[in-house]
């Protein structure tokens, strides 16, 4: 049974990392490339829909590695803390960024959320090379 959790959460972990990569170097950079009301339009789009595509693998990602935590302690406290750090990242720095260019296109906003989508496929990268 732990086998199969421990499967689990490094695929979602690796295929998180690849959305991430994915995110960093193509979809964010082309966001300054959009017109104002072309930008307002595709974000709104975006978010949704990468919402579904990120939001349940980020959830299973989550639980199984609470699962592995519980289970052995030792082995998964770093990526715990790690996982743990990108869910803050995520929901209390990215999401409103994403908030606030859903309003209105900001070049700095912009950047900080290249900044922060950087450090988080970071973690994630460190998270899978403690797993491993």
């Not at 743990?84 to 959320?113: A, E, S």
Request: aromatic share 16%; with cysteine.
């Amino acid at each position: 049974m732990q086998e199969i959790f421990f499967d689990i959460h490094l695929f979602s972990n690796i295929y998180l990392i690849a959305i991430s990569i994915i995110v960093q170097f193509i979809i964010y950079p082309s966001f300054k490339k959009y017109s104002s009301i072309e930008f307002k339009t595709f974000h709104s789009d975006y978010t949704k829909k990468m919402f579904l595509i990120v939001g349940p693998v980020m959830t299973i990602e989550l639980l199984c590695c609470v699962f592995l935590l519980i289970k052995n302690s030792s082995l998964f406290l770093i990526p715990t803390i790690l996982l743990i750090i990108i869910w803050i990242l995520t929901f209390f720095l990215i999401v409103p960024i994403h908030n606030k260019l859903n309003i209105k296109f900001n070049l700095n906003d912009h950047k900080n959320l290249i900044r922060l989508n950087g450090l988080r496929t970071l973690l994630w990268v460190l998270k899978v090379l403690f797993i491993f």
